[in-house]
C-alpha cells in the first residue's frame, strides 16, 4: 500500500508539476512560412504610396537554433498620378541567414536577427509606359540586387504552427523608383518535420 501511495504521488506530482513541450529548433527540422507585410507604412486605402508584400519561404534550422531561409516575395507599391494610381512591382528571391538571440524558458516565444541576399526583378505600370492624358513614364524595368536585414519575433502557437511578426529593411540597387522599403509583417510557419 505503502509503494502504490508513493508512485500515484509522483504521477500526480508529475502532471501538476509543467507540461512537456515538443523539441523546437532542432538541427535539421524544416518550416514552411507565409507571410504578409506592408510596406513603407500602413497605408492600405486608396491613395498615394498604397503598398503591400507577401511571400513564402523555406526554414531550415541548423545545430545553434539559427535557421537558413530561402523564399520568394512580391512586393506592389502604387503610387498615385493625377486620379490614377500606378503600380511598381517587385518579384524576387531571398537566401539568408537568421541569429536567435533570445527565448523564454519554455521555448514558446524566440527573437531573431537575419541577414539576406536578394534578386528580382521590378516593373514600373507593368512596362506601359504610355499614360491616358500622353504623358509617357520614364522609369524603366530592372533586375534588382541587394538584401535585408531583418528582426523576427516566433511564437509557438502549437507544436507545429508558429505565428512571425517581422520587421524588414530591404536595400535593392537596381531599382529606378525607391532603392529602400521597410516592411512590417506577420505570418504563420508550419514545421513539415
Known amino acids: ?25 532542432l538541427p535539421g527540422q524544416k518550416g514552411l512560412q507565409i507571410t504578409a507585410s506592408a510596406v513603407d507604412g ?11 508584400a507577401g511571400g513564402i519561404a523555406l526554414a531550415t534550422y541548423t545545430k545553434n537554433g539559427n535557421r537558413w531561409v530561402f523564399g ?8 498615385l498620378y493625377k486620379t490614377e494610381l500606378l503600380p511598381t512591382a517587385q518579384f524576387t528571391v531571398e537566401g539568408g541567414y537568421y541569429y536567435k538571440f533570445l527565448s523564454d524558458p519554455s521555448k514558446t516565444v524566440f527573437f531573431s536577427v537575419g541577414a539576406s541576399a536578394m534578386a528580382g526583378y ?4 507593368w512596362g506601359e509606359k504610355l499614360l491616358p492624358d ?6 524603366e524595368d530592372n533586375y534588382l540586387y541587394g538584401g535585408a ?11 507545429r504552427i508558429v505565428l512571425l511578426l517581422n520587421v524588414q529593411e530591404r536595400i535593392l540597387g537596381g531599382s529606378s ?8 509583417g506577420a505570418g504563420l510557419k508550419f514545421i513539415l518535420n
Open 1 to 25: 500500500m505503502n509503494k502504490s501511495v508513493i508512485i500515484l504521488l509522483a504521477l500526480c506530482l508529475a502532471l501538476i508539476g509543467g507540461q512537456a513541450h515538443a523539441q523546437r529548433y
Open 42 to 52: 500602413f497605408n492600405l486605402k486608396q491613395g498615394d504610396k498604397q503598398a503591400f
Open 72 to 79: 520568394g516575395e512580391y512586393l506592389q507599391k502604387s503610387y
Open 122 to 125: 521590378e516593373t514600373v505600370n
Open 134 to 139: 500622353g504623358s509617357t513614364i520614364t522609369s
Open 149 to 159: 536585414l531583418t528582426f523576427e519575433v516566433e511564437t509557438y502557437l502549437s507544436d
Open 177 to 184: 523608383v525607391n532603392m529602400f522599403h521597410t516592411t512590417i
